[in-house]
T-cell receptor, first 115, second 117 residues
Framework: GQQLNQSPQSMFIQEGEDVSMNCTSS?????WLWYKQDPGEGPVLLIA?????ELTSNGRLTAQFGITRKDSFLNISASIPSDVGIYFC???????????????FGQGTILTVHP | GAVVSQHPSWVICKSGTSVKIECRSL??????MFWYRQFPKQSLMLMAT?????????EQGVEKDKFLINHASLTLSTLTVTSAHPEDSSFYIC?????????????FGPGTRLTVL
């Protein structure tokens, strides 16, 4: 099936540093989403992007929907210890057909923040 | 709002037994729910799409006779792992999409950890 390439796989940073991660796909998606997952829990939506070229912020988080609709990035500024977790990108298929609304997840980026 | 629960949160069973996992949308109706499986340090992989009142749609490679899905009401979908084996041990996560919502947003449950001995 479809796959998203997410990088980097892991990051070890100092508190206060900025973080950037990205996803690329061979397929076009109508929506790009970024999730954070804490150990033993389900993913929580951070940012949703609905339009090619869209740049959206949510507090210290900023994400962009690539113009080609095949990529997206997430930036976290001024990281804090509670940013620790696994971050996933996900592409969502558009209307129509059996793939309607389905999410395809990237491999995840494990973020460790040292105080 | 938009809370999804799963029960149980964890389960340990013997090989060969069947295990049922429930997914409930607590404060909204969900015509469509999704079931994912996540192995340690890996991504979420969609197993099937569950539609209220109709048969589930399974992803390629997922055995429908082994992973039985029942979506009998607008707030409940169940996943039954039949004749479980150690290789079925995984983290199972469901999500629900609001029936009346204008967006496609999926709300995720907290997951169920299955360990098969």
């Amino acid at each position: 099936g479809q796959q998203l390439n997410q990088s980097p796989q892991s990051m070890f940073i100092q508190e206060g540093e900025d973080v950037s991660m990205n996803c690329t796909s061979s397929s076009i998606f109508n929506t790009w989403l970024w999730y954070k997952q804490d150990p033993g829990e389900g993913p929580v939506l951070l940012i949703a992007l609905y339009k090619a070229g869209e740049l959206t912020s949510n507090g210290r988080l900023t994400a962009q929907f690539g113009i080609t609709r095949k990529d997206s990035f997430l930036n976290i500024s001024a990281s804090i210890p509670s940013d620790v977790g696994i971050y996933f990108c996900a592409g969502q298929s558009g209307a129509g057909g059996t793939s309607y609304g389905k999410l395809t997840f990237g491999q995840g980026t494990i973020l460790t923040v040292h105080p | 709002g938009a809370v999804v629960s799963q029960h149980p949160s964890w389960v340990i069973c013997k090989s060969g037994t069947s295990v049922k996992i429930e997914c409930r949308s607590l404060d909204f109706q969900a015509t469509t729910m999704f079931w994912y499986r996540q192995f340690p340090k890996q991504s979420l992989m969609l197993m099937a799409t569950s539609n209220e009142g109709s048969k589930a749609t399974y992803e390629q490679g997922v055995e429908k006779d082994k992973f039985l899905i029942n979506h009998a009401s607008l707030t409940l979908s169940t996943l039954t792992v039949t004749s479980a084996h150690p290789e079925d041990s995984s983290f199972y996560i469901c999500s629900a999409r609001e029936t009346s919502g204008s967006s496609n947003e999926q709300f995720f449950g907290p997951g169920t950890r299955l360990t098969v001995l």
